[in-house]
């Protein structure tokens, strides 16, 4: 193996180890930022280290390994930690002795914990958005600053600064690394589920740049729902995103052209649609629809995403019940975005006529006077009436308002198709 394979590997062996070393750390440490240092530290032996000897045989048990004699070391350093040093110390001592494989064992008796400890603390409400979505890429999804940087079109410098910036006021409004209960739990995997959902809403469609998509990020977020609902099985919410992201999921191969021009959902061409992730959504669904279980936004959303996967044909999609759907979803989650395809989905199942009088009645929303879909849809709705001029007019607005050059080009494509 060349010495550029070892570290593709490297690199693979970090992305699915990484979230369970740092978690692993800060239950020891009880220290975020300090327990992505270690595993870092480590990281970086590897890089040193297995080109020459290989990748052993077990490199999770390597890196936990080799991060718990830094954590050692960083201890005995370390004059703030002496009271630390003293506790943790002399247990990590105990276990220098205990094989390494062994020594890994008795970590993963809590991986589950650890994970999901690590998840509420990455997301903690006391984070601004943006930093919970850096750091839970960081931590869980084992990604690079830059790797960040690039997703999301920001500096390199930014993302850093508010890693840095998180870790920090973690540190400063010292959040334990435990499990809240209660009321607090479920505010705060409220917090969760929402910077899942954005980081893969940016993947599915992203916000700036010349691409329609970013499906990695897609799939970093699929990966963390996915471990999130099984670390909290009973809460439906978590399996209703999930069932969300999958369905959704299933049709990135449909929503661009040979040229990577987007295509629209009634325009797809629905045989390339991912069919497992389509059951493994439908089979989420189920378990957040299991009797006893209110339906949350999440869930809601991925009934409505349901009722398009099961539709083989656009003509076929049953549009009364996804507007019905909607209705309880606004009665739940009021939004003025909610609103919106709340009316899409009266136009589909009532007429056009009906949708634009819901359209109309929002765009005097102040949250809604940047929102490039919503002169989109008001096009849409006007060409369907015949109303071309003012369509055309729309879509321009539109075409303005959209930070994303593939989304602008077929706005504008729009235009210029209206009324010809």
Known sequence: MTTADTHHAIEAVWRIESAKLIGGLARIVRDVGLAEDLAQDALVIALQRWPESGIPNNPGAWLMATAKHRAIDQIRRNVVLERKQEELGRDLEVQQEVAEADFVAALDDDVGDDLLRLIFTACHPVLSTEARVA???????????????????????????????????????????????GAERTARLSSVLEVIYLIFNEGYAATVGNDWMRPALCEDALRLGRILAELVPYEPEAHGLVALMEIQASRIRARVG???????????????????????GLAALARAEAPGNALGPYALQAAIA?????????EETDWTRIAALYDALAQLAPSPVVELNRAVAVAMAYGPGAGLELVNALTSEQSLRSY???????????????????????????AGLTRNARERELLLDRARSTGT
């Open 135 to 181: 750091l839970t890429l960081r931590l869980l999804g084992g990604l690079s600053t830059e790797e960040i940087a690039r997703a999301y079109l920001v500096p390199e410098a930014t993302v850093a600064q508010r890693i840095v910036r998180a870790q920090r006021t973690l540190a400063e409004a010292h959040v334990p690394f435990e499990l809240p209960h």
């Open 258 to 280: 040979p040229s990577g021009e987007p295509v629209l959902l009634l325009d797809q061409n629905r045989a390339r649609w991912d069919h497992l992730l389509i059951r493994r």
């Open 306 to 314: 349901a009722c398009h996967a099961r539709a083989r044909t656009p």
């Open 372 to 398: 490039h879909l919503l002169p989109s849809v008001r096009g849409d709705l006007l060409a369907r009436l015949g109303r071309a001029d003012e369509a055309r007019a729309e879509f321009e607005r539109a």
